[in-house]
């Protein structure tokens, strides 16, 4: 971002002085205090936990140039530019709009009930063979986070890839206002943060009202394969075209080829006229959807066939999403960062196939804001976990009991442990002879599954059979 400090008022509707500093040129946004650099904007966004107003001075102190407030604020310099708006995240994401209207670069937002960042990274990675691209860092996706991505962003990139999250009605409105994409990808919906949006079509429903955002003269896509997400894609856009990997007649279309040594995959993409397989860094048939939004997004800015082979051959999967590292004789597999009924039934195929006639294990946590779904869908995923094959399941969390249940109307015959700590697991797993296995680890983000990972591959690290 390079915005004049009297831009910066306009575009908020901030009221305020610019103070005795002249009219300076911010080119960096920032929230915390610790991260303040000289220069920068600092805006006070207010939480349950902390204030940043009760930074302010601190973030003046180590550079900051002006400070972007709801309130007026004691203790600074004087002198000392202060903006005043009712809400700082609203400004936070005008600010953002106004920034995206000055760059010029088109953007793709990418959202979806499971693979949202897989999809973010491998369109970028692809339209980054184009053209200077840009992108959200990890999964900066909310109200604060899309906003301070964009600012990130600058005025020579050619495209933006920004990934939109939410979790309750009400909230993807902002963003998409916020983000007016060129390109609005939504790759799938399922039974996500259903405690808030109800059932799958109450979740299509609020991811769709991302595509009354458009440009004019920008495209929607969406998937065919989920009829709650195509009928409310439809009635938000008659235009929007189809994505499928299920043989719907869809103008864009993908289907998994198999396993490559080392966790890669082979895809087919038709795009239009353009057929093409391709080498991925994903194995699975379940991202066939991720890799064709991609793809898709990219081919209508204008990425060819070489753009989209290279782009997709070459991208980096961030880790805690599907992350396969090999530890000694053991595959284990990072997919800690959140979880969902349909990215566990993913996750859980996927793994499966990784291990092919190796041990499998699953060690997943519960799935939470499931609201009166909570039993049945964990109860689903006892059965998942049961027909998957696996030598054992670890479960942390409530509801165990479902699992249990789940499991043995699967007519499971592995094992099956409840625990309550990563050391607990680690004491569980280490009499079960689960040697050179393949471990998937999954959970909602609150339980920190990462943590059971962690103290795994310790465990392993220090044993010399390992």
Known sequence: MRMTLSDILTATGAVGDVGERGNPAIEAVRIDSRAVIPGCLFVCVPGSRLDGHHFAAEAVAKGAAAVLADR?????????????????????GRLARAWRERAGARLVAVTGSAGKTTVKELTAAILAKVGPTAKNYKNYNNRIGLPLSMLEASETDAFWVMELGISAPGEMAPLAAIAEPDIA??????????EALGDVAGVAAEKTVLLRSLRPGGVALASMDYPELWEAAKAACPRVRGLSTKGQPAPYRAKYLGALPEGRGMFFLKLGDLELEVETPLTGGHFAENILAAAAAAHILGAGEKHITAGLQTAVIPEQRFFCRRQGCFTLIDDTYNANPLSMRRAIAAAAETARDKPLVLVLGEMREMGAHAVDEHNTLGEVAGKSGAK????????????ASGLTRAGYAGRFAVVDSPDAFV????PMGLDCGVFLFKGSRSMRMEEYLAAFTQSIQKDPKA
Do not use: Y
Not at 80 to 86: G, Y
Not at 427 to 430: G, I, N
């Open 392 to 403: 054992a399941v670890f479960f942390h969390g409530s509801h165990a009991d479902a699992v």
């Open 185 to 194: 990808v939504i790759h799938n919906v399922g039974p996500a943060h259903l």
């Open 72 to 92: 007026p604020l004691a203790g600074l310099p004087e002198g000392t530019p202060v903006l005043l708006v009712r809400d700082t995240v609203a400004a936070l």
């Open 427 to 430: 004491e569980a797993a280490a």
